[in-house]
């Protein structure tokens, strides 16, 4: 069955950077895109960008642009997620998940919270 | 940039039907697709390409799109319905993910 798993949950200072890690199974990894959405406590979801991981290629949402780069393991169908000069409002569970391209997300890896605080 | 819009709050009895409204400006050229999330969960799609279902979920769950607005229909209510609810669309002029700001079912 197919599962993203993700890595676990990180406290960082402000101004530090931050790599997640989403590790997938049970599909052949190259063949979907990989997106990050974040969601702060009691707020909704906010999608942070997508990767092609068989091209590489990035999308990144504009107020991110920057600040997050997103990149990936073929050799162990692995996605991760850096954003660096974290700010408070940062601060948010991050979730993986998969799509086709211009599709729907289709399967969620289980979060990683994400805490910056000084 | 693109707006989803969804009502906060949709409140409905065991058993009876709620509809939850996604409008955005000419959604009719997009597909809309629809998450549930419980409180601690993961968000799990319930429907995608405006009115298809992942297998597994329920037919009480449907997806309609007319005009300017994309529907969520929850049939026969039930207590386990309860949570909130995100549409989402691509928006191809910007090539970036939108999602609505999520709505909240009640179950009385």
Known sequence: ?118 | SYVLTQPPSVSVAPGQTARITCGGNNIGSQYVHWYQQKPGQAPVLVVYDDSDRPSGIPERFSGSKSGNTGTLTISRVEAGDEADYYCQVWDSDSDHVVFGAGTKLAVL
């Open chain 1, 1 to 118: 069955q197919v599962q993203l798993v993700q890595s676990g949950a990180e406290v960082k200072k402000p101004g530090a950077s931050v790599k997640v890690s989403c590790k997938t199974s049970g599909y052949t990894f190259i063949n979907y895109d990989i997106n990050w959405v974040r969601q702060a406590t009691g707020q909704g979801l906010e999608w942070v960008g997508y990767m092609n991981p068989n091209t590489g290629d990035t999308g990144y949402a504009q107020k991110l642009q920057g600040r997050v780069t997103m990149t990936r393991s073929t050799s162990i169908s692995t996605a991760y997620l850096e954003l660096s000069s974290l700010r408070s409002e940062d601060t948010a569970i991050y979730y993986c998940a998969s799509s086709g391209r211009y599709s729907n997300f289709d399967f969620w890896g289980q979060g990683t919270l994400l805490t910056v605080s000084s």
